[in-house]
């Protein structure tokens, strides 16, 4: 895959991109890079897309800001907006997962013009994640201790990353181990929840953004210990244009890397009919 640096203000990010066709632009989440959408790539591009793949700032190979307000939600939007512009794309299938999924919801609400599809992986829309009660609270207690800088990162570490390897679940944890502890990026990933997740957010009114007018499709597994599935189901109240839903059974949180065949299948078979 080849990969060109991408400026938006002062941060520069590296974006890898291949195959001809429609654009789909796809954002990971934490604790991931662009890798993570190693198993989807080369099918997406032999179903007839041009896919770009870029590190997220703080992430990979792209710039990591080492001031917390940095990743507030409107610099990531403008991320996204730059990336756009610099493969003269007017008009892209957006694809997220996890904080990716969430950055997703807020562009395709704030650039609908850029926004022709909206595909998000296991995180629902901001005002229907909010709003899901004492059981998506419950889920989502790793928050309150990432937001506090040094506690996130030392719980992470402590016992040899033992949190990491038997809480996380994530399918290539040494790699995401060894990856955050180099240039800092530990720390990098975990403003993104430091800047847009305080704590207040727990008992605060949940987020008011415009409506979503992009075709969208929610894609949820049933084995997600850190999302519910109302949260997901719930964002069809929030898209003006349609909403489909998609359960997956027997994955987890990882669902390009525990089933991307599936996931890809998902994709393919909304494109065509949205």
């Known amino acids: 895959m080849e990969r060109v640096t991408v400026t938006s203000g002062a941060v520069n990010l590296s974006v890898g991109f291949e195959g001809e066709g429609p654009t789909l632009l796809l954002l990971h989440g934490w604790p991931d890079t662009s890798a993570l959408w190693d198993e989807m790539v080369g099918p997406l591009v032999n179903a007839g897309y041009r896919v770009l793949v870029p590190d997220l700032r703080g992430c990979g190979r792209s710039d990591k800001p080492t001031e917390t307000n940095q990743y507030a939600m409107h610099h990531l939007v403008e991320d996204v907006r730059h990336i756009l512009d610099a493969f003269d794309v007017t008009s892209v ?40 009660g004492l059981e998506q609270q419950i889920k989502s207690w790793y928050t309150l201790l990432f937001f506090h800088e040094g506690v996130g990162e030392a719980f992470l570490r402590q016992h040899d990353y033992d949190a990491m390897r038997h809480w996380l679940g994530h399918p290539r ?10 240039d800092g990026q530990m720390s990098a990933h975990l403003r993104w929840y430091r800047a847009n997740i305080p704590p207040e957010a727990f008992v605060a009114d949940p987020p008011v ?12 597994s049933s084995g997600d210990a850190a999302l519910s599935e109302h949260q997901m189901t719930d964002s069809a109240q929030f898209c003006t244009r349609g909403f489909k839903y998609a359960r997956i059974d027997d994955a987890g949180h990882w669902l390009p890397l525990e089933a991307p065949e599936l996931v890809v299948d998902t994709i393919v078979n909304f494109l065509a009919t949205s």
């Open 93 to 132: 299938t957006l694809l997220g997962h996890d904080w990716g999924a969430n950055l997703a919801w807020v562009t395709a609400a704030y650039l609908p013009e850029r926004v022709a599809q909206l595909i998000v992986l296991s995180v629902g829309h901001p005002t229907a994640f909010r709003s899901a």
């Open 173 to 182: 944890v040494e790699g995401i181990i060894e990856e955050l502890e180099r």
């Open 209 to 220: 953004l415009p409506p979503i007018l992009a075709p969208t499709l929610g894609i949820w």
